[in-house]
């Protein structure tokens, strides 16, 4: 089903059973597959292949030579009609590939709303990217990786299959990710190493003073004191009861699956 008010180029080829919301721009020499839903106002520039059961959202732009929604590359995939969701308002910049879950994973890749994806990033099977994060040129996600909000990811950089990165997080270009990073932490190295807490990035997002002593309080005790993990929980546990801004921040623990990056 096509919109009326969608433009299609001539020379794209829309596969039947496909659903075209109003306002879409499609150009040329682009494929949409029978099971792509596309949401209204979406552009999407020339050259761009979008396959599988892949449902996008609204008002997202995006350009040539991206491929979405095609096989993985996991090669226990046996053809299983696995999916991708994608948000609003995201811009996808050239040469992105974005592949479709796996039964192990989830069933589903899934990237929020508010991101920007610059030119070659990889975003693997059954990876979460939550809202308002910016990956760099040639980013590199393996498999099942989470990714939170408001997260920058430098040039070059490759994360490990099933790692988590926390929110505010920054990541410096060139990096190995082999470990969960905890939020507002800044990283960077092969292998990647913790440098402080994204002070520049928390401010522009409107954090207090006090928010930002109380967040390099809790870096410093698990950084910086000496003690194991274990050591410090109950002391950021209880610090979080205090300040909403830790909770985030304690509660990453238990979602730590790989360790955390030290």
């Known amino acids: 089903m096509i919109d009326p008010n969608t433009i299609i180029h001539n020379s794209s080829i829309i596969e039947q059973g496909a659903i075209i919301g109003p306002k879409v721009y499609i150009g040329p020499f682009c494929f949409i597959g029978a099971n792509v839903e596309i949401g ?63 039964i192990q994973g989830g069933n589903v890749t899934t990237i929020g709303s508010n991101n920007l994806l610059m030119v070659n990033t990889h975003i693997a099977h059954d990876c979460i990217i939550n809202n308002h994060c910016i990956f760099a040129n040639n980013t590199t996600l393996g498999g099942h990786v989470i990714v939170d909000d408001f997260t920058v990811i430098g040039g070059l950089t490759a994360i490990h299959q099933k790692c988590t990165i926390g929110a505010h997080v920054m990541i410096g ?54 003690k194991t993990l274990d050591e410090v929980k109950p002391t950021i546990h209880k610090l979080a009861k205090q300040h909403i801004e830790l909770k985030l921040f304690y509660d990453f623990f238990a979602r730590s699956n790989r360790g955390i990056i030290r």
């Open 40 to 102: 209204a106002g979406t552009v999407i520039k020339s050259h761009v292949i979008i396959n599988g059961h892949t449902r996008i959202g609204k008002y997202n732009q995006i350009y040539q030579f991206t491929s979405i929604g095609e096989i993985n590359q996991d090669l226990k995939y046996a053809g299983e009609p696995m999916r991708v969701e994608i948000g609003d308002h995201n811009c996808i910049r050239e040469g992105v590939t974005i592949h479709r879950g796996t």
């Open 173 to 226: 270009g060139c990096s190995g990710v082999t470990k969960d990073i905890p939020p507002y932490v800044i990283v960077q190295g092969n292998h990647a190493v913790p440098f402080g807490i994204n002070i520049k990035g928390l401010k522009r997002r409107g954090f207090s003073k006090e928010s930002l002593h109380v967040i390099r309080n809790a870096y410093n005790l698990l950084y910086r004191s000496g």
